[in-house]
């Protein structure tokens, strides 16, 4: 993804929090009410089966769309649609459809039928789409099971101890062998990406920073924390992905802890970083101004779906934390909205070139309405819009502050 001469925004809203969580008829609204608000781009959740917890970055395939995202799963297939989609997706359709079962490949034709449907719609309305890879996989899912040599056995995915948890963050996903994925010519990346950008425009790669070092945790271990750093190949994988696909489109997920190389792999393959202005208010961070003022190149977010919403930021907040927030909402003339509209104003003024917030801030939605809550296995992944609660008004709203900051 490269910067280009407009500043633009959009609205992060996985498929599943839509009203009746699935596609169909609520998925075009979404885009008509996007388009009058002036907003070009929709940023999504994986799309993929998730895990038994509705994590869409557990999927059970890092290929295969969810048929529970089906507005019409009965729907009749021809055999000739089967026969074609095998012969367009050689590389994982099988292994998915052994994994799967009775009417696996099906099920891939209707998901692609109304997803192509859905993504030329948004294209004519001037919206594009902007998807999310998780950096692992699944543990025991199709990828797993269907190609294990191009894991490692006996260490597990996670990262180490840091200031929001003593024992580290464990993952517990397969780590990948990266010299047999070498071997192959990182083909499985290659197919990956192939596959991802026949479903979005633009993606995110979740933990970016696992392509220079990871954190690699004993199976056998309760807790991250006596893991260890093993090196990963860096831009070996975006190389050999470039010389087959051409062009990539993507996002860097550079949040964390973030070394110089991570940072110079970023900025050598010309890739945008993020900024979450929730994470710049804090007594150990840079004010929001500076971090978004130094780099145009990054796409900036009031909140992730990792994070609260920003009404439920603002109310645990300190009081340090939020003078330090009216300061830079002041700084911009946005001073007297609400908190939540002020950090939107904030995000829509900055100078990178794309900023998004979530469906849940624009509503201005407390704690209920969180999407997941890190290190939390259940409670998440369930909310879901109102019927009408995108009114006419808020897309009205939402126009003229996008208007007044340039980027309609």
Known sequence: MTVGSRRESGVLLHVTSLPGGRLGDAAYRFVDWLEAAGQTWWQILPLGPPDESGSPY??????????????????????SELESFVARHPYWIGGWAAFSGDGAVADQVRFEREWTALRAYAAEHGVRLLGDVPIYVAPNGADHTSQPELFQTGLVSGVPPDDWSATGQLWGNPLYDWDAMRATGYRWWIERFRRTFELVDVTRIDHFRAFVAYWAVPAR?????????????GREVFDATRRALGRLPLVAEDLGVITEPVERLRDDLRLPGMVVLQFAFTADMKNPQSVAGERRDRVIYTGTHDNPTTVQWWEEASELERDSARLAFAAVGVDRLDPHWAMIELALRSP?????????????LGAAARMNTPGQEAGNWTWQLEPDALTAELAERLLSATRAAGRA
């Open 352 to 364: 990178c070139y794309l900023s998004i917030f979530p469906a849940q801030d624009l509503l201005g």
């Open 221 to 233: 271990n309760r807790t991250a924390r006596a893991g260890s750093w093993r090196r990963a190949p």
């Open 58 to 79: 557990r999927a059970s395939s890092a290929f295969a769309g969810w048929c529970g995202l089906l507005a019409d799963p009965d729907a009749q297939v021809s055999s």
